[in-house]
């Protein structure tokens, strides 16, 4: 795909299975999150975005109660907070409290050096070549905001956050919703067809797609694939 013919302005890109491999997020971040959990409560449970993201996760919590999905009791205990926060990782929720307050417990990691974000070899140069051709690099995740910027801020290929102009997580809408897209792209200031969704979802490539956005399939594989039985001759 020559991205010069298709008369874009800007790339959005997915993180997880795009410009990350799935098993960091989901073999380090989430282990991470899970084992500090108490931990960074602890010792910031009076702090006000630490009580905002409280909040969120109590707002859940009663959603939750309320679609008899029996999560675990939720008391003004640490302990509790503690137990609800793991089970939502366990059932990998979109939530927006739990992902803001798991960002502000990778912060720590990353800035001990206990965790080294991984991307994909070819992601760098690519942000670099993207960035030098005029094109904004955007970037759409559950990840909370914070959560992005430190994971492309510290990544094993270095600081790539020279190259990203602006992060958009779930306050925009959830990434299977058509408005979400049309919302960045307003954001944005561009319309719709000036904007390279690329994602490994295909239910959000169909969302970024009715919104008017071009896209692309992320096949982060090492499997040959085909689209058709006739391939295979």
Request: proline share 3%; charged share 25%; net charge negative.
């Amino acid at each position: 795909m020559n991205l010069s013919d298709q008369g874009l302005r800007a790339i959005l890109l997915d993180i997880e299975g795009t410009t990350t491999p799935i098993a960091f997020v989901h073999e380090v971040l989430f282990p991470y999150a899970r084992e500090h959990a108490k931990e960074f409560l602890t010792n910031n449970f009076t702090a006000k975005e630490v009580q905002a993201d409280v909040a969120l996760l109590r707002e859940e919590h009663a959603s939750d109660i309320s679609q008899d999905l029996q999560p675990p009791l939720l008391s003004y205990e640490i302990d509790s907070i503690v137990a609800y926060v793991e089970w939502l990782i366990a059932r990998d929720r979109k939530s927006t409290g739990l992902k803001s307050l798991q960002g502000k417990i990778w912060r720590q990691g990353y800035i001990d050096g206990s965790l080294k974000a991984q991307v994909f070899a070819d992601v760098a140069p690519a942000l670099e070549r993207w960035s030098a051709a005029g094109l904004s690099i955007n970037i759409f995740s559950s990840g909370s905001v914070l959560a992005q910027q430190l994971l492309f801020a510290h990544t094993d290929a270095g600081d790539l956050t020279r190259f990203i102009d602006n992060y958009f997580d779930t306050n925009v809408g959830k990434k299977g919703e058509a408005e979400s897209y049309r919302r960045i792209a307003a954001q944005l200031n561009l319309q719709p067809n000036e904007i390279l969704f690329i994602s490994d979802v295909v239910a959000e490539l169909d969302a970024a797609s009715e919104a008017g956005m071009k896209t692309v399939l992320s096949l982060r594989t090492s499997h040959q694939a085909i689209r058709s039985f006739d391939e295979l001759l």
